[in-house]
């Protein structure tokens, strides 16, 4: 199902997945039911990552970042399902900068109604979140660098390298549009989500203090 799946979107499949019953698809998400999709990847995100400020924010403004993300033309969301259940997923972008301009353009009204009063008491994270995403300090990266924005896998799904396997889905799809290299940006204490990522090429770059008190290492593949 693997190779199936991402033949169809044009992807190399990891030689770790075998087919079965109970094999993981992968593929990309589309404008064919879009709500629906969005939804089950916001709630993943909110129940897994529930220390990121995005999911402080609420479900329902990550939903609308995530549609937007579909809908961009240099991003994409990539699923991963278990007999039609989402049990992972993984967010990337060949234009960051481009992406949430897009997102507070089209979308700021409607998602700051959506966060409600968590963004009004903190301000200061939103514009850090903000800065970071439209360019932030990367003077020392290359302009054609894409990004991993986001990815959750759900414990089960963990064990049969349904991480490892987005992951190198991404980077593919990236590399696929043009992308010199792929940045992805994660807790310093996230030292799970750190070992994927050395595992799958990404080196450390940098250390960034996107938000005051909280450090992140910056990897960068290849």
């Given amino acids: 199902l693997y190779a199936r799946a991402l033949a169809e979107v044009g992807?190399?499949?990891p030689?770790?997945?075998?087919?079965?019953?109970g094999a993981i698809r992968l593929r990309l998400a589309g404008q064919a039911d879009l709500a629906d999709q969005v939804h089950h990847a916001?709630?993943?995100h909110v129940a897994l990552l529930p220390a990121s400020y995005l999911a402080q924010l609420g479900q329902r403004f990550v939903a609308r970042l995530y549609r937007r993300i579909v809908l961009h033309e240099c991003s994409f969301l990539l699923l991963a399902e278990r007999e039609g259940e989402l049990v992972g997923f993984c967010a990337g972008t060949t234009d960051t900068s481009?992406?949430?301009r897009t997102f507070v353009v089209r979308d700021g009204v409607p998602a700051s109604l959506a966060a409600g009063l968590t963004m009004a008491r903190?301000?200061?994270?939103?514009?850090?979140?903000?800065r970071y995403g439209r360019g932030g300090e990367r003077a020392d990266?290359?302009?054609?660098a894409g990004e991993l924005l986001s990815l959750a896998v759900t414990p089960d799904a963990r064990r049969d390298g349904t991480g490892r396997a987005l992951v190198v889905a991404c980077q593919q799809q990236l590399n696929r549009c043009g992308t010199g290299q792929v940045r992805?940006?994660?807790?310093?204490?996230?030292?799970?989500?750190?070992r994927l990522y050395r595992a799958c090429g990404f080196r450390d770059l940098r250390r960034v203090d996107i938000h005051r008190g909280t450090s992140s290492l910056v990897l960068a593949w290849p």
């Fill in 42 to 44: 916001a709630a993943l």
């Fill in 98 to 100: 481009s992406l949430y």
């Fill in 11 to 13: 992807l190399a499949a």
């Fill in 141 to 144: 990266e290359p302009q054609a």
């Fill in 15 to 21: 030689a770790s997945h075998a087919d079965g019953a």
């Fill in 184 to 194: 992805v940006t994660v807790g310093a204490r996230n030292e799970g989500a750190v």
């Fill in 122 to 130: 903190s301000p200061r994270s939103t514009v850090e979140t903000l």
